[in-house]
């Protein structure tokens, strides 16, 4: 890991979408079941979120880390609570969401104490309590999600008052990878690991490559020109490209799509010279068993005309017998 990879979203009640104009309806409780690759029913209804399937996918663990005092048993207990707390605010801001990567070059542990306290620090020093799950899809992308209600603790342990959130500096995202680097690289120190993690993000880096006029670093990190810095919606050059990059993908669909036809055209070819084949295959049988009657049809003709000579003979023969017939009488 050479970023500290961490964002932070607040999870709203709804979500309106622009381009197909509809409300979309979220829930924690839907948040939280798949942070823990479990099944979770909804407060107050019916409907059950099944996340099950990633228990073999990349789920590693989860717990509860709260403040002194809290009178919730485990997560579940406090976000079925916020819903209902919340149930009626359509408008409803949740839950922190947050995503984090940990640092594989650390053993698992170790990655477990930089969470636990920088969880502290951020949530835990707030009065808020804080859902902790580690995945880790095939033992390559080790990280941790984070769901915290935007609602502190307060002194009967219960959730209380909304928390000013993206206002604060203390909720700052580069703020906070700044802390979590520092976090990774101490340990990492430590451990007599000298690659240090860098906490900026790609647009930092591409910015301080351009001030350093370094084009190549800054064409790493996808830095566009200058006529380009004021944001593609403005830049000429850049809806030029966008609309030959459209152009080709389009070129490429209709390609796909005539590839597709032609082979749908063959498999039907093939199914009607399969279906001719097998009607073929059906008329050879019939001929064959027309063919088999009629044989047997005259096999019997001809026995029956030989029973009927065998008949014919046997009479002649019985009559020549009585033709000549004749009684012996003695002279004396």
Not at 20 to 35: C, F, H, P, R, V
Not at 172 to 183: E, G, I, S
Not at 225 to 231: I, V
Request: with cysteine.
């Amino acid at each position: 890991m050479e970023n500290v990879h961490f964002t932070m979203e607040i999870l709203k009640k709804t979500v309106y979408n622009a381009k197909s104009g509809t409300i979309k309806e979220q829930s924690s409780i839907n948040k939280l079941a798949y942070n823990h690759a479990a099944e979770y029913q909804q407060h107050g209804h019916d409907k059950k979120f099944n996340w099950k399937k990633k228990q073999d996918d990349d789920f590693q663990e989860s717990y509860f880390i709260a403040p002194a005092g809290t009178d919730y048993k485990d997560s579940l207990e406090m976000f079925q609570h916020l819903e209902q707390i919340e149930d009626s605010r359509m408008k409803a801001q949740l839950a922190f969401n947050c995503i984090l990567s940990l640092d594989h070059k650390l053993d698992y542990e170790t990655n477990k104490k930089v969470l636990n306290e920088f969880v502290s620090e951020l949530f835990t020093s707030q009065n808020i309590a804080c859902d902790i799950a580690i995945h880790n899809k095939n033992n390559e992308n080790l990280h941790a999600h984070l769901l915290a209600p935007t609602r502190s603790i307060n002194e009967q342990g219960k959730l209380e008052k909304k928390v000013n959130s993206y206002k604060q500096e203390h909720f700052n995202t580069n703020r906070l990878r700044k802390v979590l680097a520092a976090k990774f690289n101490e340990e990492r120190a430590k451990r007599g690991i000298t690659e240090k993690i860098d906490y900026r993000s790609n647009e930092e880096k591409k910015e301080e490559a351009l001030n350093n006029d370094d084009l190549v670093t800054a064409e790493k990190f996808n830095y566009k020109t200058d006529n380009e810095k004021r944001g593609p919606s403005r830049s000429k050059r850049y809806r030029k490209k966008r609309i030959e990059l459209s152009k080709q993908r389009k070129a490429e669909a209709q390609q796909r799509a005539e590839q597709t036809k032609q082979q749908i055209k063959a498999l039907k070819d093939n199914i009607s010279q399969i279906n001719q084949i097998e009607q073929n295959k059906k008329d050879i049988i019939q001929a064959a068993q027309d063919i088999q009657a009629e044989h047997d049809e005259n096999q019997q003709i001809l026995q029956n005309a030989l029973n009927q000579k065998q008949l014919v003979e046997q009479h002649r023969k019985h009559e020549l017998n009585n033709q000549f017939t004749f009684t012996y009488k003695p002279r004396f």
